[in-house]
């Protein structure tokens, strides 16, 4: 199977891969596994508190070059988003923008949700 340039590019040069400081309280962290495969994806956003805007992302990821890509990716496009846009991220767009093949669906998948666990995460240390 052929990866795509996109993919290879994302995977060669990975964006914003490490982790911010523990116990930064503007920081969201979501852990996801992908059951098919066994890969795991740990994205963190990094929240402006007052604005509600995502100023920076990280991701590690365990796993394929397609999760990799697919985490680089995110990282790249929750920056400037509020919240409520970064939910808005489909794991179709991932594989659109990457040229997923369909065995490599599952692996943009993880980033959607990888996504949504950070919000939420954020959004739960945050609740009034
Ligand atoms: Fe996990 Fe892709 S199957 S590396
Ligand atoms: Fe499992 Fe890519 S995340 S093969």
Not at 20 to 40: I, L, Q, R, S, W
Request: glycine share 8%; hydrophobic share 40%.
């Amino acid at each position: 199977m052929a990866y795509s340039d996109k993919v290879i590019d994302h995977y060669e040069n990975p964006r914003n891969v490490g982790s911010f400081e523990k116990g930064d309280e503007t920081v969201g962290t979501g852990m996801v596994g992908a059951p098919a495969c066994g890969d795991v994806m740990k994205l963190q956003i990094k929240v402006n508190p007052s604005t509600g805007v995502i100023e920076d992302a990280r991701f590690k990821t365990y796993g394929c070059g397609s999760a990799i890509a697919s985490s680089s990716l995110v990282t790249e496009w929750v920056r400037g988003k509020t919240l409520d846009e970064a939910l808005a991220i489909k794991n179709t767009q991932i594989a659109e923008e990457l040229a997923l093949p369909p065995v490599k669906i599952h692996c943009s998948i993880l980033a959607e949700d990888a996504i949504k666990a950070a919000v939420s995460d954020y959004k739960t240390k945050h609740a009034a």
